[in-house]
């Protein structure tokens, strides 16, 4: 039986461990890493911050359950095996689509415990261990509109569209759909459309050889179509085909998609399949812009504060008057996701008050003061084009770092240089 996660905790749920990952499993445990352990078939899909499976031979017949586990838990998984088993058909891509590192055995200790470090940071990045927690923050006319809508469309099994821009919060709102519907103790499978290109992300969807997809992955679930304006016209023909199919021939499995742009301006251009639209628009959400949110910005900040707090087990600091003041004042480009990021900033460099220049705003605008010197424009620059990359691909890292023109491991140490990790 799992123990319930502390805010300050790092819990690992260690999925059929062997004599081989003993070694890695002491070694976390002696840098105060919690450890459970668990056979595939009893693992929880809650309770833990990360996970780990321990790949071996026999699970390469049951990667349908892997993939069930890793989906409904919400979370990042990692995972470790015999190099023997790489030659194996679709292991590599298996690893690569579905965890968030993997090592060779027996490996490096430290490499892997600094991997395992970024993953926690990522989950606490997107707010992953605390989903269950968040609903969607604010008292606005907006909001309050928007969660009546949810609730309402929710129990239904129609399709659903999520409309809004980069960082105002569709893929939670798809979650809150999640968890009004009767689907709600199936798999919540979410494919980002924008980071694969036409042959993978068919792939990926529909399934390839063993691999059935994450069509089939999300059956007695629901499937979230992130950013489907970016799948590829071809994709989205193969998808209507499947999903215009009679009820006994198509997946029993509910659809959302989100949008940052126009389909309808899509369908006009060629550039989106007028049968799938059509589909996918028998209901719409529409949510809007945080600067069309002013009274929730407060309570939104001051709700990311008391998280990070929690998080980092330190009471959180307050916002100056000026600091709020520079936030009712900003125009948010970034949406709740530039908030969150702009608040982790403020509260890892702010004592007892955060002020304006902590959150990267001054007089309401970001990055506009003295002049300084070449170097502090540099840094500038830099710090302002992790922010962008933050919120535009806070669900995948490894894409922000590549759309930047940089490592990984290069894009990490400049998200704790900034203190935005």
Known sequence: MLEAVTPTSRRVLVVDPDDECEPLLEALGACAWGIERCELDSAPTAGYEIGLLCLRPEHLSHLGSIRALISQSGTEWMTVFDPELLPAPGVNDFIGEW???????????????????HAMSLVRLRGLSRLHEQELIGHSRALRGLRKQLAKLGPGDVPVLIQGESGTGKTLAARVLHRHSRRVGGPFVVVDCAAFPQERLDQILFGSGDDQGRLFAARSGTLLLDDIGAMPLAVQQALFERLSMPRRGRADVRILATTRSSLHEAVTQGRFDAGLFGWLGQQTVDIAPLRKR????????????????????????????????????YHWPGNVRELATRVRRGFALADDTIEANDLGLEGGLPGIGLLGTLEDYKRRAEYQALCDALTRYSNNLSLAARMLGISRPTFYRLLHKHQLL
């Open 99 to 117: 965890f968030f590192d993997g090592y060779a055995l027996p490996g490096d200790p430290l490499l892997f415990q600094q991997s395992l470090g």
């Open 294 to 329: 002013q009274g929730d910005i407060a309570l939104l900040a001051t709700h990311f504060l008391a998280l990070y707090g929690a998080d980092s087990g330190r009471h959180p600091p307050t916002f100056s008057d000026r600091a709020l003041a520079a936030m009712a004042r």
